[in-house]
């Protein structure tokens, strides 16, 4: 989210340690009322709703609903790699584009592109995959690694 021009958040005093304690609260419960955190974190309410309200301002947080695919039918998840010959920021902003592809980061080493992709099933993989993604301009070749058990998936880095 923050570029090199932009300071980091605990650059810019947003992140100490009680914003850190507030962010914790919100990981374990997006829900949790404001006057459970500030008593928690032993501020007053008013103060932890100014407190998230910049977080969520500066992008540093989000809060939002996270689903389990598999609960709404999406029976088939898979990360694919891709190796391109062209502008490499052009590629991920159309992977970005598809529906199917919640995740995607440009990376150093063996593919220069990783997207995640919730398809509904094997079909829909392929279609997406082995057609889509292939026909994309400048991609020479993709490698499809799909999902056979989600072991761990955590959203609670940062404040520790």
């Not at 990376?107 to 997207?115: I, N, P």
């Amino acid at each position: 989210m923050s570029s090199a021009a932009e300071p980091l958040p605990a650059a810019t005093g947003l992140l100490d340690e009680v914003g850190k304690a507030i962010i914790e609260q919100l990981q374990e419960d997006g829900r949790r009322p404001y006057a459970t955190i500030a008593r928690a974190v032993g501020l007053s309410e008013a103060a932890v709703r100014q407190r998230v309200a910049r977080l969520q301002e500066a992008g540093v947080i989000q809060i939002v609903a996270v689903t389990d695919p598999l609960q709404l039918g999406f029976r088939r998840q898979a990360m694919v790699g891709v190796r391109t010959a062209g502008d490499v920021v052009a590629l991920a902003d159309e992977l970005a584009r598809m529906p199917e592809v919640d995740y995607v980061v440009i990376t150093a080493g063996s593919f220069d592109v990783l997207a995640e992709a919730v398809c509904e099933d094997d079909e829909h993989l392929l279609e997406l995959a082995g057609r889509r993604i292939r026909a994309l301009p400048g991609v020479q070749s993709t490698e499809t690694f799909v999902y056979m058990k989600l072991h761990k998936q955590h959203y609670n880095w940062g404040t520790r």
